[in-house]
């Protein structure tokens, strides 16, 4: 079974410049999630979709990053303008939907994306 | 979701059981204990998970305290291939404002030794 992909896998930018990091889910998975690791750090959940539509957001810096999941399958994370305390590593999620109410589903992570901005 | 407090790192030694301590004592009825880890330059892998019974598969077992209020992951075995940080994580079993989230601490540093 193939894993979650990411790419790119390194970006390198200057602040205030524009940067988009696009995942591929598991196929099937219909949750999808995407965290912001900074160094040294667990993951920060920013956002998560259930098929097309976002769950929960409240942790993303609105202002400057976005997110879309327009058919329910890929994902793209920008950010736009950078700023240095963005350079982090970009997780990206994905899991079975819980039908039956109660969670259990494991979450698969891809590799991530290390940004680095100058 | 109960927060949880993990030593910030430990030794194993290669072969030997890797016993990793987790408290958790403002867990609820409703949530369960989660293992991940993460080696070095990968994503987050998922270990086990439990809810108040001991887990084991092919990777590790889990020991739940009877009160709940603390757990440990083993590794029977360490091999250097398990050097990684180590993340117990309380998650909410069901509920219609579940949304499945992980909300990682700073986990426990394992270093594998030879």
């Known amino acids: 079974e193939a894993g979650v992909a990411q790419s790119p896998r390194y970006k390198i930018i200057e602040k205030r410049q524009s940067v988009a990091f696009w995942c591929n889910p598991i196929s099937g998975h219909a949750t999808l999630y995407w965290y912001q690791q900074i160094l040294g750090q667990g993951p920060k959940l920013l956002i998560q979709?259930?098929?097309?539509?976002?769950?929960?957001d409240s942790q993303l810096p609105k202002d400057r990053f976005s997110a879309e999941r327009l058919k329910g399958v890929d994902s793209t994370l920008k950010i736009q303008p950078a700023k240095l305390e963005d350079s982090a590593v970009y997780l990206c999620?994905?899991?079975?939907?819980?039908?039956?109410?109660?969670?259990?589903?494991?979450?698969?992570f891809g590799p991530g994306t290390r940004l680095t901005v100058l | 979701d109960a927060k949880t407090t993990q030593p910030t790192s430990m030794d194993c030694a290669e072969g030997r059981a890797a016993n990793l301590p987790c408290n958790h004592s403002t867990i609820s009825g409703n949530e369960y204990v989660y293992w991940y880890r993460q080696i070095h330059s990968q994503g987050p892998q998922y270990i086990i998970h439990g809810l108040k019974n001991n887990e084991t598969n092919e990777m590790a077992s889990l020991i739940i305290t009877e009160d709940r209020k603390s757990s440990t992951l083993i590794l029977p075995h360490a091999t250097l291939r398990d050097t990684a940080v180590y993340y117990c994580?309380?998650?909410?079993?069901?509920?219609?404002?579940?949304?499945?989230?992980?909300?990682f601490g700073q986990g426990t540093t394992l270093q594998v030794k030879p």
């Open positions: 979709f259930q098929n097309n539509g976002v769950v929960d």
């Open positions: 994580i309380v998650r909410r079993r069901y509920g219609s404002s579940n949304t499945g989230k992980l909300i």
């Open positions: 999620a994905s899991r079975l939907p819980d039908l039956s109410g109660y969670d259990y589903n494991e979450q698969f």
